[in-house]
C-alpha cells in the first residue's frame, strides 16, 4: 500500500532526505491500522534482510513481558544476535552476557549500552557492510505499562506512572540513535498521547519525522489497494477466473473492516493459507453471521477469528495453544516458557536458528529467556 511503501522508502533511502531524520514515529488514533502495517513493513523488511529488530508491546497480551518495558533492550540484543550479517556484533553481545549475566537486571539504558552499543563500538572499525538491516521497529508504545522498581507499600517513594516508563523508553531509543556507531532506523509506533507527543515534540523534534495516520492516509482507500494486490497473487496461484473476486466482494470487506486493516489482512492470510478452495473461503467469510460493524467495528473482526478458528483441523487443539501462549506466565517450568517464546522470535521464519557462539549453557539459558517482540 501507499502507506506500507512510504515506510519502506524511508528506511532504505531515508538519507537521502534533505534533512535526515534517525526515527520515525507513526502515530494516529485507535483503528488506523498502525500494528497491521508496522507488521507487514516488519514481515516485508525480514524477507529483504533489512529487519534488524522489533518489539510489539500489548497491553492485552496474557504476558506480563510485553505489558512492560522490562524485556525490551535484552529482546533487541537477542534478535541482532540472530542475524547473519552481524556476526562481529553478535559475538560481542554474546561476551557480554557471558561475563555479566546480570546485565538483564540493570536500568534500561544501561543494558542499552552494555548489549547494544557498546557490542557495535567495538565493530566500529568494521564499516556497516549494504547487508546489514537497516532498521528497529517498536509498536504500541503507548500500551507499555509502569513497571514498578520498588515495594510502593513499604516506603515512602511515589509509584511509577506509566508515563514515565514510556518516556524512559524513548530516552533510551534517543540516546541510540543519537550514537554514531548506531547504523538502524528506529520506527515507533503510538497513539498520540500526551506525554509521548511532548517528547517527541520538545526533546527529540530535531532526529523525529512524524507520520500522522488520518484523513491523508484514508484506510479505506489503504485497504482497498491491499487487496487489489492481494487477489490477483492468489487468482494466479490458484488459477482462478481473471474476474474473481469481483468488485463487490473487496468492497464488503472493506465496509466490514471498519477502519482496521488488520481485518482484511487476516482475510488475506486465511484464503491464501489456508490450502482451501479461495473462493470457497472467501464465501465464508462474506457470510458469517452477526455480523453488525455499525453498532460494533470489531464484531467482524471477531467473528472472522472465531471462524478462522473453527475452521482449522483441530479447534480443540488450537484453542489449547492460544491458551499456552496467553497464559504463559503461569507456567512454573522455565524451559517449558522459553520454548513456547522461542516459537516467535523470527518473524516469517519457520525454523529458530541455533546461536553460532559457543556459549555456556547458562549464557544460552539467559538469551533463550528473552521474550519476544512480535506476537501478532
Not at 6 to 33: F, Q, R
Not at 266 to 293: W, Y
Not at 319 to 347: G, H, Y
Not at 357 to 371: D, E, M, N, R, V
Amino acid at each position: 500500500t501507499k502507506l506500507k511503501w512510504n515506510y519502506l522508502s524511508w528506511i532504505c533511502h531515508g538519507d537521502s532526505d534533505e534533512v535526515p531524520k534517525k526515527i520515525m514515529w507513526v502515530t494516529g488514533p485507535a483503528g488506523t491500522g498502525k500494528t497491521a502495517i508496522m507488521g507487514s513493513v516488519a514481515d516485508t523488511c525480514q524477507g529483504k534482510g533489512t529487519l534488524g529488530a522489533t518489539f510489539f508491546f500489548s497491553s492485552f497480551s496474557g504476558s506480563p513481558d510485553r505489558r512492560s518495558k522490562r524485556c525490551l533492550v535484552s529482546t533487541l540484543a537477542y534478535q541482532l544476535v540472530q542475524q547473519d550479517a552481524l556476526g562481529q556484533v553478535a559475538e560481542q553481545i554474546l561476551s557480554t552476557v557471558e561475563r555479566n549475566p546480570a546485565v538483564f537486571e540493570r536500568k534500561l539504558e544501561v543494558q542499552l549500552d552494555q548489549l547494544i552499543l557498546q557490542p557495535l563500538r567495538a565493530c566500529r572499525n568494521h564499516a556497516p557492510l549494504p547487508e546489514w538491516p537497516k532498521v528497529i521497529l517498536i509498536d504500541g508504545l503507548d500500551e507499555c505499562e509502569a513497571d514498578q522498581y520498588h515495594d510502593t507499600a513499604r516506603t515512602n517513594a511515589p509509584p511509577r506512572s506509566k508515563e514515565d516508563d514510556q518516556i524512559e523508553i524513548l530516552t533510551v531509543l534517543k540516546k541510540a540513535a543519537s550514537d554514531p556507531d548506531f547504523p538502524f532506523r528506529i520506527v515507533i509506533a503510538s497513539r498520540p498521547e500526551h506525554a509521548i507527543k511532548q517528547f517527541f515534540t520538545d526533546i527529540a523534534d530535531s532526529m523525529v519525522r512524524e507520520l500522522f495516520l488520518d484523513e491523508k492516509y484514508n484506510p479505506d482507500a489503504d485497504m482497498a489497494l491491499f487487496l487489489e494486490s492481494k487477489f490477483p497473487n492468489i487468482r494466479r496461484q490458484c488459477h482462478l477466473p481473471s474476474s474473481w473476486p469481483g468488485g463487490h466482494a473487496s468492497r464488503k470487506l472493506v465496509d466490514n473492516a471498519s477502519g482496521q486493516f488488520i481485518y482484511v489482512a487476516t482475510v488475506g492470510r486465511f484464503i491464501e493459507g489456508s490450502g482451501g478452495d479461495p473462493d470457497e473461503l472467501l464465501k465464508q467469510v462474506l457470510q458469517l453471521a452477526g455480523v453488525n460493524a455499525s453498532t460494533n467495528p470489531f464484531a467482524p473482526l471477531d467473528a472472522l477469528y472465531s471462524h478462522i478458528l473453527h475452521s482449522s483441523p483441530d479447534p480443540q487443539l488450537s484453542t489449547l495453544w492460544l491458551n499456552l501462549i496467553f497464559r504463559e506466565q503461569s507456567f512454573d517450568d522455565p524451559t517449558t516458557v522459553s520454548r513456547i517464546r522461542m516459537t516467535t522470535v523470527a518473524p516469517g521464519s519457520d525454523k529458530i536458528r541455533t546461536l553460532r557462539h559457543p556459549a555456556t549453557a547458562s549464557t544460552k539459558s539467559q538469551l533463550f529467556g528473552i521474550h519476544t517482540l512480535q506476537e501478532r
